[in-house]
């Protein structure tokens, strides 16, 4: 089996869509879908509750009383996932078909890495998709300073999600997640599943705004209170962001 993991809060205009790219997979193992619904005031609630169990795919829905973030929601799906593995995906993004297989297989066939990911495409405002591609291969190096496993791309075993609370920081909490998993042991990596074609795509503009720079504020605190970084260390970490942030914005704009 194969659990995944989809947190929401108001997305009655997305969630459709999200589910279904998680029907269609023509995956090898049944799925276990678990759907945290945190406390959304929209038809959210609505739509989970006409679901219905198909014969590749349960469904386990969880409504929170409160909104509590969407690090609190992949805890306790964590927690609950019973599957072998275990993916994730955000209700505004969706996966193209065949996504998992070609992940379970790249796993499979690379035994030496605990954690897959792939790259995606970015939904734009005129329904033009830009292509982020990744690199082959992560370590805690590679990834110590920016978040480079997209959480809607990845799968991992479930054995090795389960040795990590997931952090209820409202905002980085998925870099702080993976740098955990990834500092577990020295041998732990994750594999790019394809290095060229895109299996995911998020629904989010990712273009640059204000709060992205906000977004670096929270940067320092995950590097200096979670990873415990020195001063220059994360000033350097820092200016990657920065520069990260204005060759994205650049290459968005261009695309648009």
């Known amino acids: 089996m194969l659990s995944v993991i989809l947190p929401t809060f108001n997305s009655e205009n997305t969630i459709k869509r999200c589910i279904n790219s998680v029907e269609n997979q023509k ?33 386990f829905i ?20 019973k599957g072998k593995f275990i993916a994730f995906i955000d209700a505004d993004d969706f996966w193209l078909e065949d996504k998992l297989n070609i992940q379970l297989r790249t796993l499979k ?3 030496e890495f605990q954690i897959c990911y792939c790259n995606y495409l970015i939904e734009g405002n005129k329904k033009n998709f830009l292509l982020e591609k990744k690199r082959k291969v992560i370590t805690f190096e ?11 791309t990845a799968i991992l ?8 609370d997931y952090p209820l920081i409202k905002i980085r909490n998925d870099f702080i997640f993976w740098n955990k998993i990834l500092r577990l042991n020295s041998n732990i990596k994750a594999i790019n599943c394809n290095n ?12 640059l705004s204000s709060n992205k720079f906000k977004l670096l504020r929270y940067q320092w605190k995950v590097y ?31 695309n648009k």
Do not use: W
Not at 142 to 152: D, E, G, K, R, Y
Not at 196 to 207: Q, R, T
């Open 196 to 207: 060229g074609i895109p299996l995911a795509v998020y629904g989010k503009n990712e273009g």
């Open 157 to 164: 075993y479930s054995k090795i999600a389960k040795k990590i």
């Open 142 to 152: 590679s990834n110590q300073f920016c978040n480079n496993i997209p959480m809607s």
């Open 109 to 111: 066939d690379n035994p």
């Open 224 to 254: 200096r209170y979670f990873f415990k970084y020195g001063i220059i260390k994360s000033f350097y970490g820092i200016s990657i962001n920065i520069c990260l942030t204005i060759f994205k914005k650049t290459k968005f704009l261009i």
């Open 27 to 59: 995956c090898s193992l049944d799925i276990e879908l678990i759907i945290i619904n945190d406390a959304s005031t929209d038809n959210t609630k609505f739509i989970l509750e006409s679901l219905v169990d198909k014969k590749h795919i349960k469904y």
């Open 62 to 81: 969880i409504n929170n009383k409160f909104n509590r973030g969407v690090g609190y929601c992949r805890r306790i799906g964590i927690k609950r996932a």
